[in-house]
């Protein structure tokens, strides 16, 4: 759980002084009994991509609507542009917005639904037209300009949606899950454009999802929520590597957890942490200052896990069972039975696995040194 301070965050570039693009102040949103946003403190600096990843009934999409205008905070303030909007419309607050399904004029031409919004804001003939121009040569949809959205795939009337959204140079640009209903394939391509367009714009962004590929991928800040409050914020690396709870590490890295026990009297010291892991003691690497009564276990990451002695040595071994081998191409996925109750995941490369059947007993060298200590 991250302290009650406000998350910040900012990006390369930013105007000294300039005020934060986003800000909520103590935000908390309840629904009868249920809290399904809990005093959210974040800062998005302008020209910032954050993600909120959660699992479901995590409180990210609530987040969003409290942002977007859709929804009332019982609680706090919503800033957008140094301006307290709380109390404001949708319209009125400086902002676009990407859904999940697209929400296109199924009766208007592409270049009909980008120009929607400038013909709201009364935008002049020339200048929607050059504006219409730019976002169709931006999001690649120029040769589509008098189709139809019945006439487009998935992918394409995503982009239309987002060139739409983009149309009146928001200061604040807001999606919700917008891939979530592609194929594999399109997903990976629409991740490309979104970067792409995220670097021409310059717009702040903010982006709901549950995949914690997307959010690795296009994030320059991560915010973590559960149960409504902001477990972890930190950029996609710091978190991957060095999670503080189990709970980002298996959201953000699928790692293995294994309980462990604080070695009495031991203190942390340069971001190491002394604990027993089974029959040895280990020197793990630790983010931050782990209470002295929380209880911690390690995060194993899948990759760490191999079947011979790494070459720098610092490994723990575990005997282990193979309880099954999934071939995933290039790698191999393997799922090792320590005991009668717990079982970790293994993936290496394919060469690495190949000789390894079902039910054959192996040590698994666990390399420590990629490992961390976190709270449960």
Not at 219 to 239: E, F, W
Not at 268 to 296: F, W
Not at 351 to 372: K, Q, Y
């Amino acid at each position: 759980m991250t302290s009650p301070d406000t998350i910040t965050g900012g990006r390369p570039g930013t105007a000294a002084g300039e005020p934060p693009r986003l800000r909520l102040a103590g935000v908390t949103k309840r629904y009868g009994d249920v809290v399904a946003a809990d005093g959210l403190n974040l800062e998005l600096a302008p020209g910032e991509f954050v993600s909120l990843l959660g699992e479901s009934g995590s409180g990210k999409s609530t987040a969003l609507k409290l942002v977007a205008g859709f929804e009332t905070p019982d609680e706090g303030a919503v800033h957008i542009g140094g301006r307290d909007v709380t109390g404001l419309p949708p319209a009125r607050r400086d902002l676009g917005m990407v859904f999940q399904q697209y929400a296109l004029f199924p009766y208007q031409t592409v270049a009909r639904n980008i120009e929607y919004g400038l013909r709201r804001r009364k935008w002049g003939r020339d200048a929607r037209r050059r504006r219409v121009a730019e976002l169709l040569d931006l999001v690649r949809m120029a040769p589509y300009a008098r189709r139809y959205p019945a006439q487009l795939s998935g992918g394409q009337q995503q982009r239309v949606a987002l060139a739409r959204a983009l149309a009146a140079e928001p200061g604040l640009l807001l999606m919700d899950e917008p891939l979530s209903a592609l194929d594999r394939a399109l997903r990976l391509d629409l991740q490309d454009e979104i970067r792409a367009v995220h670097r021409a714009t310059g717009a702040g962004m903010v982006y709901v999802t549950h995949d914690r590929d997307e959010a690795l991928s296009l994030s320059d800040r991560i915010v973590v929520l559960r149960h409504g409050r902001i477990d972890a914020a930190g950029t996609p690396a710091s978190l991957f590597r060095r999670p503080r709870t189990a709970y980002v590490a298996r959201l953000i890295s699928d790692a293995n957890i294994l309980p462990c026990e604080r070695e009495p009297g031991a203190a942390s010291a340069g971001g190491r942490i002394r604990v027993r892991l089974r029959d040895r003691v280990a020197e793990i690497p630790a983010e931050g200052e782990p209470p002295g009564d929380a209880d911690l276990a390690v995060a194993v990451p899948r990759t760490a896990i191999s079947l011979t002695p790494p070459p720098d040595g610092g490994s723990a071994e575990l005997p282990a069972r193979i309880e099954d081998r999934v071939y995933l191409g290039d790698t191999v996925r393997l799922l090792l039975r320590l005991d009668d109750t717990t079982t970790i995941t293994a993936h290496m490369p394919e060469a690495a696995g190949s000789g390894s059947p079902a039910g054959e007993r192996v040590t698994a060298h666990i390399a420590l040194g990629v490992c961390s200590a976190v709270t449960r």
